[in-house]
Antibody
Framework: QVQLKESGPGLVQPSETLSLTCTVS????????VSWVRQPSGKGPEWMGR???????AYNSALKSRLSISRDTSKNQVFLKMNSLQTDDTGTYYC???????????WGQGVMVTVSS | DIVLTQSPALAVSLGQRATISCRAS??????????MHWYQQKPGQQPKLLIY???NLASGIPARFSGSGSGTDFTLTINPVQADDIATYYC?????????FGAGTKLELK
């Protein structure tokens, strides 16, 4: 069955870099894209960026200067790196399965990230 | 970016109909496809897909959920509302590659 699971540190210092891993199973990263979506507590989700099935990437224009998404297809993993973290980057970070013009049909359980000294 | 506008909250009685709206800043339709989707989220859980492409029920979702709309105006209807439906509901568009979500409508009991 399709599964996605996020992993990474729960606490990041201000101005530091966030590194998250999404490990997928039940589908191929060369057939489906994977997006990262984040959600501050009590607010709506925000699409951050996408690793396309063909290896290309797309980013939210508001985050583009700080964000990098990559993958390792041999390990079924997609990576997120975002630098210069501030307190308003605190929230839950999800990876989702993404097929062009379709909804996010599968979500990981999410990882809570707190930016604090 | 396409901005999606939802009312913040809706109060409803159990057994009644709930109608949640979402308005897009520009059309999210391509040809006959209306690229608006709806999710339910309960506290501490990830969003759960309810309706895709405006009116299609996702797998395993009860038939009391339905969706309609086209262009810029979309509606999620729950009829009748059950206690398990108390949650926050989000619309999301996939018309542009930069997907966007609404801020959510919190369904509350009267």
């Amino acid at each position: 069955q399709v599964q996605l699971k996020e992993s990474g540190p729960g606490l990041v210092q201000p101005s530091e870099t966030l590194s998250l891993t999404c490990t997928v199973s039940g589908f191929s990263l060369t057939s489906y894209s994977v997006s990262w979506v984040r959600q501050p507590s009590g607010k709506g989700p925000e699409w951050m960026g996408r690793m396309w099935y063909d290896g290309d990437t797309a980013y939210n224009s508001a985050l583009k200067s700080r964000l990098s998404i990559s993958r390792d297809t041999s390990k079924n993993q997609v990576f997120l790196k975002m630098n210069s973290l501030q307190t308003d980057d605190t929230g839950t970070y999800y990876c989702t399965r993404d097929l062009t013009h379709n909804p996010f049909d599968y979500w990981g359980q999410g990882v809570m990230v707190t930016v604090s000294s | 970016d396409i901005v999606l506008t939802q009312s913040p909250a809706l109060a409803v009685s159990l057994g009644q109909r709930a109608t949640i709206s979402c308005r897009a800043s520009q059309s999210v339709s391509i040809s006959r496809y209306n690229l608006m989707h709806w999710y339910q989220q309960k506290p501490g859980q990830q969003p759960k897909l309810l309706i895709y492409r405006a009116s299609n029920l996702a797998s395993g979702i009860p038939a009391r959920f339905s969706g309609s709309g086209s262009g810029t105006d979309f509606t999620l209807t729950i009829n009748p509302v059950q206690a398990d439906d108390i949650a926050t509901y989000y619309c999301q568009q996939s018309r542009e590659s930069m997907y966007t979500f609404g801020a959510g409508t919190k369904l509350e009991l009267k």
